[in-house]
């Protein structure tokens, strides 16, 4: 556990909580962009520890939550055909679509498998040449690199069969996105640590300049979450707004520059829907011409989908930070782990299932003395 408990030690986190409170003198809002950070926070009552002007904001950083229902339509329907087998990561599985899961097409007779990595599909298309294998590519620029790389070795190795369903999307454009917004909040974000170590963070001081909000790269134990808390805190209260990298211990400015190298081969940069959210102009990518011929959406035609959301689920308030998931009213009622009505509820990085697994059924009680501007 070296490299992992010192980053819970407790005599640390009351330490960096003691400073948090010698610094603010005012109600702040901070979101965290990651669900991975989001479980942090719920899982070690990170949140009920901090002083109460301290509001913790929870961002739309969770890839399966935010995968369009178009998306999930057209996986069901790709899934669905007898020659195809459709594989994915396993929280998947359970995200309701328009009228049934994953889980419910594979009842069905569907050939689905759960797999670790793109190329576990990869691996399965070689070894079954007679079935079109489909990988359900989503994912923010974290698990990009990945799919970029079974895409690119399957060209090379001059794999037929093997396909992907591509619902990438990037983090750049989401922060401008709720910084525009008129219902935005936000007055710090804390940047996912994990996307950071790919993509460095050097596409980030421009926003955090355009916005005047500061951007603090942080990772996902107790007490990383907490020093990326103390830098925002200490940027808001001097009136400063720029990026601070509190994860140097894995994140660099430039990132990895083979994987960003191999995303720009592989991928272009297109407008994204994202589910609850909407249309965020140049938040998504797509297989880029070189590439198309492996794009499950051309290959199977599954282009002309008709959806329908819950008029129940309120998960894209709580991928806006609009509302915290135990002031939507289906919470924990109609909308359980079991009977999800949206994606928040069964995703593994999830708000609405970091709330539901640890037992918070009421909101925290927070007075503010006085409720922030818009930003924009």
Not at 172 to 183: C, E, K, L, Q, T
Request: net charge negative; with cysteine; charged share 20%.
């Amino acid at each position: 556990m070296k490299y992992l408990e010192e980053f819970r030690d407790a005599k640390g986190v009351q330490g960096l909580l003691a400073e948090i409170r010698r610094l603010v003198t005012r109600p702040w809002n901070l979101m965290e962009v990651c669900g991975g950070q989001t479980h942090s926070i719920i899982r070690n009552g990170i949140d009920q520890l901090l002083p109460q002007e301290i509001r913790l904001i929870h961002g739309p950083g969770c890839p399966v939550c935010v995968t369009p229902l178009v998306a999930i339509d057209k996986a069901l329907a790709i899934a669905s055909l007898p020659n195809v087998t459709f594989c994915s990561f396993g929280d998947m599985l359970r995200v309701p679509g328009s009228d049934k899961d994953l889980f419910r097409v594979k009842s069905e007779g569907g050939d689905i498998r759960i797999v670790y990595s793109p190329l576990d599909a990869l691996k399965i298309a070689q070894e079954n040449p007679e079935r079109q294998v489909v990988f359900f590519a989503i994912g923010f620029e974290t698990t990009a690199p990945a799919n970029a790389m079974a895409v690119d070795l399957a060209k090379k190795r001059g794999i037929k069969n093997f396909s992907v369903l591509v619902s990438h999307v990037l983090v750049p454009p989401a922060i401008a996105a709720i910084m525009s917004s008129p219902v935005n909040r936000v007055q710090a974000f804390l940047a996912a640590g994990h996307v950071c170590s790919v993509m460095g963070f050097w596409e980030y001081p421009p926003l955090a300049e355009r916005f005047h909000v500061p951007i603090v790269i942080t990772g996902f134990e107790p007490l990383d979450v907490l020093a990326g808390i103390l830098a925002a805190v200490r940027q808001l209260e001097n009136g400063e707004a720029r990026v601070e990298n509190a994860y140097s211990r894995v994140v660099n400015f430039e990132g990895n520059l083979p994987a960003q190298a191999l995303l720009k081969q592989v991928f272009t940069i297109e407008d994204r829907a994202w589910r609850g959210i909407g249309n965020i102009p140049q938040s998504g990518w797509k297989l880029s011409p070189a590439y198309r011929e492996y794009d499950a959406e051309t290959r199977f035609s599954v282009g002309e989908i008709h959806t329908v959301e819950s008029p129940l689920c309120h998960s894209g308030e709580v991928l806006q930070g609009v509302i915290q998931p135990t002031e939507c009213p289906a919470f924990g009622r109609q909308c359980t782990p079991r009977t999800p009505l949206g994606a928040t509820m069964v995703s593994s990085e999830g708000a609405c299932a970091a709330y539901y697994n640890y037992g918070r059924f009421a909101p925290v009680s927070i007075t503010t003395a006085e409720e922030p501007a818009c930003a924009t």
